[in-house]
């Protein structure tokens, strides 16, 4: 069972940059993707970015395509998302998850994270 523990979240301020990180617990080696998702209260989750482990596949929503970067850390079995010249419309929680492939579909990931608040402020 694959467990995630995200960290980085707070206030940021717009234009700034933002770090988000996380961290898996995996009791089984399978080949993996890992995400980024993002919800505001009254909506749905909205994806983010996604890596497979290997790193080979990445993919990016549009709306921080450009500004952003994901990176995975095999030796920490971390994955970072690096969001810069953030908006108040990069106000969230942030969530991480685990799958098996690299999606933009939430309905494919099957282990979540509890969250970290991130609050752009104007």
């Known amino acids: 069972q694959v467990q995630l523990t995200e960290s980085g979240g707070g206030l940021v301020k717009a234009g700034g940059s933002l770090t988000l990180t996380c961290t898996r617990k995996e009791r089984s080696f399978t080949t993996s993707a890992m995400a980024w998702f993002r919800q505001t209260p009254g909506h749905e989750r909205e994806f983010v970015a996604a890596i497979s482990w290997s790193g080979e596949t990445i993919e990016y929503a549009d709306s921080v395509k450009g500004r952003s970067t994901i990176s995975r850390d095999r030796s920490k079995d971390t994955i970072i998302l690096q969001i810069n010249n953030v908006t108040p419309e990069d106000t969230a929680k942030y969530y991480c998850?685990?799958?098996?492939?690299?999606?933009?579909?939430?309905?494919?990931?099957?282990?979540w994270g509890q969250g970290t608040q991130v609050t752009v402020s104007s």
């Open positions: 998850a685990h799958g098996l492939v690299v999606s933009n579909t939430d309905l494919l990931y099957k282990a």
